[in-house]
């Protein structure tokens, strides 16, 4: 069984060319609008590199440092822009470099294509030099892979991945084509695959259900919205905006949901999960209709299940049907694409005001600030506080940049309270919570909005995974502001590791480098904050930065993040200290 | 009762292509759940395949598992039925010495009393078939291998369901959309 499938369409009708597998592969993409890929050369895809360098006027290839570089900065252009990523490799190791990505991508639902070269097809399974089995290993971690050993098959096969990468809930797509089919000529034509029969992305809203959620959500006295990046995705924010607003309902985002609805707008009342806001956890376990929207109840949202808002009714937008129920019971499931759902509930829903209810949120928010928040980004006590540069970073840009995040304390931070006015703004490895996503996630966000003020946050430790990713922010010029918040720790270890391990901190504490000498050793502008008083000045200079910028802030070594709902613990049994 | 644990069998359609054995397989693998027997075969329609996985699990959980079979882009429709909703048969194959048919005449009796098959009979060794359900075919083990069995393997479970499976409908549909 050969990738048969993809060979049945007619194409001698259309008007075809000869040209080789690796020049059909660079058509492709630029048929799909590709116009920037990310990618690292090697052996088994040399007649892809040899094509790319023909057609460098219509594709940029991005040089990465590491083929996991490659993905991230695939990933971060992807969620940015709403486009799917495109990431590049060889085979063997330059595939499995990629799988972090992919299964970031595939866990976070980025649209993503990785094209991977692979050993001749002669060679398959005779364990020749760079063979690895990557559509074995990439499997369980994407939406949809192939092995392709025939020049003809490719461009079905590359038409089918983006079309799947993209449609639907989007996901991660390998495709894996052998080097004697990059070399094999054919004649070439593509068409843009729109349609598969075993395959439907988008599902149909079960008759009845928008009214049976209608009704629940006008008859409710203390309904919930907690949405995700579902609304994102959809580009469903207009939508999500005027339902929110007509119904009068709080609403809560995951950390991929935020930024869909701005930080300031008066119903939004935060995060959810281990690390989010008091009120939306602690409300959770007391609303009596939970409306989630495009998110899939992860177990950072929910604490322990069999305790999560086990009195409310729960309505659940969702487009992917294997996600109902999976978690969470739910009531009504209003199965569809969000803007369109959304759209359609509108006019069935009554205006509201849940004044009292809203007043409960605003409670808990004052006790929130007193505990934890003033502390955070009003701090006196001695040592630089994340939050207080997350502060500044908000102020001098005006809640209009990107943030990128990596993974720890900083990214919770950096969620709790960066003020965002314009969706897609924050970008992190949320899923897979994947150290070393930042720094390459902000290249791919950059150079796919160069436009927007991008800031890259990361902590010292995953800062250090893809440091080498400051070779390709030099080499492309990519005016990347990079602020690491260095605690010299592995902070959210070493923070579990205080409350839950009788403070042995086994191997988080980090004897880091000086890097504003690595960084200035690209040639990148560099410097290091250590003093309160210096910190508004040094984001001034970076923000005015027209290059690349880094900033290194020493902060506090043994800060905590709170609120924090213990594992194994009930949302509303968040603690605030 | 929907927490206690029974035999379903679940049934696939798909597409025909190279790798979407495993991607079905790494779903029960990933949690945990042991295929108690799988069957691939072509299906009524020509060019669609059909899984027959037999899984020993809650209502709720197998639930959970179509759903993440559905989820695979080459997957047509998958469907799960408890024991009483399928009509479903296992064959079993025995070796056994020839001589054995002479010097134990009861074996002429077992093998008429449980409706087995010969296939084929030569000086050294004759080859027995039995089709049923899978305690039919482990009985009639249990009675031969008191004589002695050469080789014994078991197929895994083929089924037919009571419901209607509309998947040219549904191909259909699809087609048409």
């Known amino acids: 069984m050969e990738t048969q499938t993809i060979v049945d369409k007619d194409i001698t009708a259309k008007v075809t060319e000869r040209i080789s597998g690796s020049e059909a592969i660079v058509r492709c993409l630029i048929a799909e609008d590709v116009k920037i890929i990310y990618g690292y050369p090697g052996g088994a895809i040399m007649p892809v590199y040899d094509e790319l360098y023909k057609y460098q006027d219509k594709i940029h290839h991005v040089l990465a440092r590491h083929e996991q570089g490659a993905a991230h900065a695939a990933q971060g252009f992807a969620r940015i822009s709403g486009q799917v990523g495109v990431a590049i490799a060889t085979s063997g190791p330059g595939a499995t470099n990629l799988v972090t990505g992919i299964a970031d991508a595939q866990i976070d639902s980025t649209p993503m294509v990785c094209i991977t070269g692979q050993v001749p097809s002669h060679l398959l399974g005779s364990d020749a030099f760079q063979e690895t089995d990557i559509v074995g290993i990439s499997t369980p971690v994407t939406k949809w892979n192939c092995q392709v050993t025939r020049a003809a098959d490719i461009p079905i096969a590359l038409a089918k991945a983006f079309y799947i990468a993209r449609s639907g809930r989007p996901g991660p797509v390998l495709v894996d084509i052998t080097k004697d089919a990059q070399f094999e000529e054919f004649d070439f034509s593509y068409e843009k695959c729109t349609k598969i029969r075993s395959y439907v992305p988008i599902p149909k809203t079960v008759a009845g ?51 869909a609805l701005p930080t300031s707008h008066p ?24 409306i989630a929207i495009g998110m899939r109840f992860d177990d950072r949202v929910t604490g322990k299940l069999d305790e999560y808002a086990t009195q409310a009714k729960v309505i659940h937008f969702e487009i992917d049907p294997a996600e109902v129920d999976k978690n969470i ?21 009554n205006e509201n005001t849940h004044e009292a209810w809203h007043q409960q949120f605003k409670d808990l928010y004052e006790i929130e600030y007193e505990k934890v928040i003033k502390g955070d980004i009003h701090p006196t006590k001695e040592g630089l506080t994340m939050g207080e540069v997350i502060k500044e970073i908000n102020i001098q840009s005006k809640g209009e940049a990107a943030i990128v995040t990596d993974v720890g304390q900083h990214q919770m931070i950096a969620c709790r309270y960066a003020e965002f006015n314009q969706t897609k703004s924050n970008i992190t490895s949320g899923g897979l919570g994947t150290m070393g996503f930042g720094l390459p996630a902000a290249i791919g966000a950059k150079m796919a909005a160069p436009e927007r003020e991008v800031v890259s946050i990361s902590g010292d430790g995953g800062f250090q995974m893809t440091i080498q990713e400051l070779g390709t922010i030099f080499q492309q010029k990519v005016a990347l502001k990079m602020v690491v918040l260095n605690n010299e720790f592995l902070g959210m270890v070493r923070q579990w590791q205080q409350l839950f391990f009788e403070k042995r901190y086994a191997s988080t504490e980090m004897v880091n480098p000086n890097f504003v000498a690595i960084v200035e050793g690209y040639y990148i502008k560099a410097r290091k904050v250590v003093k309160r008083e210096d910190l508004k000045e040094a984001v001034a200079e970076m923000m005015a930065s027209k290059d690349a910028y880094f900033l290194e802030v020493l902060v506090e070594k043994e800060g905590n993040v709170f609120p924090m709902v213990p594992t194994g613990a009930s949302v509303s049994q968040i603690r605030l200290e | 009762m929907s927490t206690e644990k029974q035999l379903f069998t679940i049934s696939v359609y798909t597409e025909n292509n190279i790798g979407l054995l495993n991607r079905i397989s790494a779903i029960f693998q990933r949690r945990h759940i042991n295929i108690e027997s799988l069957n691939i075969s072509p299906s009524e329609i020509e060019g669609i395949a059909k899984f027959t996985i037999v899984v020993n699990m809650t209502v709720e959980n197998v639930k959970k598992i179509i759903g993440q079979i559905e989820k695979q882009v080459e997957v047509i429709k998958a469907y799960y039925h408890n024991d009483d909703e399928t009509i479903y048969q296992i064959s079993g194959l025995f070796k056994i010495k020839s001589e054995l048919l002479f010097e134990e005449p009861q074996i002429q009796n077992i093998i008429k009393e449980s409706n ?11 080859v027995l078939e039995k089709s049923g359900k899978k305690e039919e075919v482990v009985a009639l083990y249990d009675q031969l291998s008191v004589f002695g069995i050469m080789q014994y393997t078991r197929s895994g479970r083929v089924a037919i369901t009571k419901e209607e499976m509309k998947i040219s409908a549904l191909l259909e549909t699809y087609n048409n959309n």
């Not at chain 1, 995060?271 to 939970?290: F, I, S």
């Open chain 1, 267 to 290: 119903l939004n009342v935060g995060m959810l999960g281990m690390h989010g806001n008091y009120a939306p956890n602690k409300l959770t376990n007391e609303c009596d209709l939970l």
């Open chain 2, 116 to 126: 087995a098959r010969i296939v084929t009979v030569n000086k050294e060794f004759f």
């Open chain 1, 329 to 349: 019971k739910t009531d009504v499931a209003v199965l569809g694409d969000a803007k369109a759902t959304l759209e359609a509930i509108l006019p069935l829903i």
């Open chain 1, 209 to 259: 259900t928008l009214e049976a959620a209608a009704k629940l959500i006008n008859a409710a006295k203390k309904p919930l919205i907690i949405w995700g990046q579902g609304v994102v995705l959809s580009v469903a924010e207009a939508q999500f905006k005027a339902f929110v607003e007509k119904a009068g309902i709080p609403a809560a985002w995951t950390i991929l949901g935020a930024s």
